[in-house]
């Protein structure tokens, strides 16, 4: 015969078994799909990209970040973009800039809107269709982008 107990403990096995499900449905990188999109699927290397911006930011409104790519500017092997990604902004695709062999340096400098402390990540494409990447921690004590949607 039913009673209280196990009632509960059938309800708490559900709950369980419904919490599982649902980790299980969450990737475990925020940014696995997008980075998928932008590589096609291709690898992601860790390498060759710096990410140079402050520790620590007083205000993420605005903070100063400059990534360059270890790589030659020739015609036959250049930098084709860096995309920046954030995963904790409402929007984590930051920027995309198209580079090419007359760009001189395989270098950008912008400031960005950063929502809380968290790794910024680059990732660029080469000519030759290779993808590599950097990331930086960014300790954030003001937050920003909590208009967007």
């Known amino acids: 015969m039913p009673n209280r107990r ?7 096995g559900l709950w369980a078994m419904a919490a599982g499900l649902a980790r299980a449905q969450t990737p475990a990188d925020p940014l696995a799909t997008l980075v998928r999109d932008i590589t096609g699927g291709a690898a992601l290397t860790p390498g060759r990209v710096t990410i140079d911006t402050p ?22 092997n250049h930098v ?3 995309t920046l990604l954030s995963p904790r ?28 402390t ?8 080469l000519s030759d269709g ?4 950097g990331s930086a ?13």
């Open 6 to 12: 196990n009632f509960l403990l059938w309800c708490a």
């Open 118 to 125: 968290q790794v910024v990540l680059a990732i660029s494409q």
């Open 80 to 82: 084709r973009s860096i």
């Open 137 to 149: 921690e960014v300790e954030v004590t003001e937050s920003a982008c909590l208009d967007a949607g």
């Open 130 to 133: 290779s993808f590599w990447s």
């Open 89 to 116: 902004n409402p929007r984590p695709l930051i920027a995309k800039f198209v580079l090419g062999p007359h760009t001189g340096r395989a270098e950008i400098s912008t400031r960005v809107r950063l929502n809380g």
């Open 55 to 76: 520790r620590l930011a007083d205000n993420g409104h605005s903070v100063p970040l400059k990534v360059s790519v270890d790589n030659p500017m020739t015609a036959t």
